[in-house]
Nanobody, 127 residues
C-alpha cells in the first residue's frame, strides 16, 4: 500500500474549474494504476477517471458524464497525479478520492480493485 493525499477541492460556481491533486510522497508511479472516484451523499462510490502508468502503453479512462470536461495527468517527478475539472456542474458535487493499485495493464474502474486510498477532498458546485 501507498500513502495518498488529495487536495484542491473547494466551492466553485457551475461552469468553473478546479484541479485536484493526488500526492504519493516518495513513490514512482511506474506500473501503477491511479484512479479517481467520487461519492455523493446517499450514492455509491463512482469511478470517474483512471490512468495506467505503463512504460510501454499508458492508457486512461473517463466515465461518460465527465468525458471532455475532466483530464487526468501524472507528474512522476512530483509523485503526483492530477485531475483537472472543467465546466463543472452541480451534479459533480461529491467527495473525490484517489486510489492506487498495481499489477494491471489496463485502467481499472471498480473500487474493490484498488488497495490504497486517500481520505478525499470535497468538491461543491453551486448553481
Amino acid at each position: 500500500e501507498v500513502q495518498l493525499v488529495e487536495s484542491g477541492g473547494g466551492l466553485v460556481q457551475a461552469g468553473g474549474s478546479l484541479r485536484l491533486s493526488c500526492a504519493a510522497p516518495g513513490v514512482t508511479f511506474d506500473d501503477y494504476v491511479i484512479g479517481w472516484f467520487r461519492q455523493a451523499p446517499g450514492k455509491e462510490r463512482e469511478g470517474v477517471s483512471c490512468i495506467s502508468i505503463s512504460s510501454t502503453a499508458p492508457n486512461s479512462y473517463y466515465t461518460d458524464s465527465v468525458e471532455g470536461r475532466f483530464t487526468i495527468s501524472v507528474d512522476n517527478a512530483k509523485s503526483t497525479v492530477y485531475l483537472q475539472l472543467n465546466n463543472l456542474r452541480p451534479e459533480d458535487t461529491a467527495v473525490y478520492y484517489c486510489a492506487a493499485t498495481r499489477g494491471f495493464f489496463l485502467c481499472r474502474t471498480a473500487p474493490y480493485e484498488y488497495d490504497s486510498w486517500g481520505r478525499g477532498t470535497q468538491v461543491t458546485v453551486s448553481t
